[in-house]
T-cell receptor, first 115, second 112 residues
């Protein structure tokens, strides 16, 4: 079946623009994660959803970052007033159940470049 | 807070050599430990995991043992292949939590 998909795959934004990044998890997966991966670094946790509930948003770097998953499937990560330090690959992952017990399946990522 | 430290790369080996990539962690309680791999042009995928002390995770010839006494989860493979060339990430998930903490990654090059 289909894996996790993300769109767009590449996004160039001018500083100050708003962007929206989409994640389509594997159908039926309860858990959904967003990560930020800077060049040459490991992914850094941003936020976690269990169905439509955002249970942990402790990794969101500022109030310019907002994530939602209104129907418990597709999720959107929105970044307002983008800054150059927001340039990174944004990864989405989904898991069928409780994250500590089940494998996270990662999407290909969206590479965001802020100019 | 929780953290993961893994050896810096790149690591360059000849085919059939023995591989060790060191990973140590800092965490309270009993975290779950993972190795993820990212092959060129592909997304991150789980390689192996261990959820309690002394557990050994294994997959595709790779192994790692959860050592609580040394807070380590070193990745090993007895005989690497060119196709193992990739970036390897050590990671942990804290007790009862959702946040996965990743190391910085170790790039492995295997020469024929």
């Amino acid at each position: 079946g289909a894996g996790v998909s993300q769109s767009p795959r590449y996004k160039v934004a001018k500083r100050g623009q708003d962007v929206a990044l989409r994640c389509d998890p594997i159908s039926g997966h309860v858990s959904l994660f967003w990560y930020q991966q800077a060049l040459g670094q490991g992914p850094e946790f941003l936020t976690y959803f269990q169905n439509e509930a955002q249970l942990d948003k402790s990794g969101l770097p500022s109030d310019r970052f907002f994530a939602e998953r209104p129907e418990g499937s597709v999720s959107t990560l929105k970044i307002q007033r983008t800054q150059q330090e927001d340039s990174a690959v944004y990864l989405c992952a989904s898991s069928i159940g409780q994250p500590s017990s089940y494998e996270q399946y990662f999407g290909p990522g969206t590479r965001l470049t802020v100019t | 807070g929780n953290s993961v430290t893994q050896m810096e790369g790149p690591v360059t080996l000849s085919e059939e050599a023995f591989l060790t990539i060191n990973c140590t962690y800092t965490a309270t309680g009993y975290p779950s430990l993972f190795w993820y791999v990212q092959y060129p042009g592909e997304g991150l995928q789980l390689l192996l995991k261990a959820t309690k002390a002394d557990d050994k995770g294994s997959n595709k010839g790779f192994e790692a043992t959860y050592r609580k006494e040394t807070t380590s989860f070193h990745l090993e493979k007895g005989s690497v292949q060119v196709s193992d060339s990739a970036v390897y990430f050590c990671a942990l998930m804290g007790t009862g939590g959702f946040k996965t903490i990743f190391g910085a990654g170790t790039r492995l090059f295997v020469k024929a």
